[in-house]
């Protein structure tokens, strides 16, 4: 079983739609949740950064956290054409030596 | 803007040529990574520097020979490379924080936009 699941998609929603991406995982030990962006032929870029369970928003981005389900979501609320990319989450606990899981990434188009 | 610098931004190389590259970072981050990733997947590890010194490699091939001059700095040296080498080839860096607290990004991971080598 891989440490990281996330459902590929491909994802496609009309602009202004509400957009929900998820992952679970097996190791009951992370603490530490990202999401990234990644733009075609571009790096991931940091879109969020969660703590431990609870849920925590930036502008039109809400990400949430469920450890008891193992279980991460991010919202994107009044979705854009610009956000279609490719969202990977991502997740480590303490003393990895650094070592940090990724989800295989969820690509989302927004039709304008 | 990512603050984790790479260049170059596109490298082709042939299979028997030596090249190099580059990533930066002035973050005062004491762990930087590089990763390599295929289209439509997920990053993967390659190798990981913390405090300067080699604390990860992932069972990576010769051919890739990374090196850390200091802690701004990460090269990754290519020689003899292979056509299924080419990929998108990510530097990151990241804090090394143990804290608890949701404040505390020590155990986040930041990015270069990456550079796209093309073996041929």
């Known amino acids: 079983q891989k440490e990281v699941e996330q459902d590929p998609g491909p994802l496609s929603v009309p602009e202004g739609a509400i957009v929900s991406l998820n992952c679970t995982y097996s190791n009951s030990a992370f603490q530490y949740f990202m999401w990234y962006r990644q733009y075609s032929r571009k790096g991931p870029e940091l879109l969020m950064y969660?703590?431990?369970?609870g849920n925590k928003e930036d502008g039109r981005f809400t990400a949430q956290v469920d450890k008891s389900s193992k279980y991460i979501s991010l919202f994107i609320r009044d979705s854009q054409p610009s956000d279609s990319a490719t969202y990977l989450c991502?997740?480590?606990?303490?003393?990895?030596?650094?070592?940090?899981?990724f989800g295989t990434g969820t690509s989302l188009t927004v039709i304008p | 803007d990512t603050e984790v610098t790479q260049t170059p931004k596109h490298l082709v190389m042939g299979m028997t040529n030596k090249k190099s590259l580059k990533c930066e970072q002035h973050m005062g981050h004491r762990a930087m990574y590089w990763y390599k990733q295929k289209a439509k997947k997920p990053p993967e590890l390659m190798f990981v520097y913390s405090y300067e010194k080699l604390s990860i490699n992932e069972s990576v091939p010769s051919r890739f020979s990374p090196e850390c001059p200091n802690s701004s700095l990460l090269n990754l040296h290519l020689h003899a490379l292979q056509p299924e080498d080419s990929a998108l080839y990510l530097c990151?860096?990241?804090?090394?924080?143990?804290?608890?607290?949701?404040?505390?990004?020590?155990?986040?991971?930041?990015f270069g936009e990456g550079s796209w080598l093309t073996v041929v």
């Open positions: 991502a997740m480590t606990r303490l003393n990895t030596g650094n070592q940090f899981y």
């Open positions: 969660t703590y431990s369970s």
């Open positions: 990151a860096s990241s804090p090394l924080s143990s804290g608890l607290t949701d404040g505390n990004r020590g155990n986040t991971i930041y």
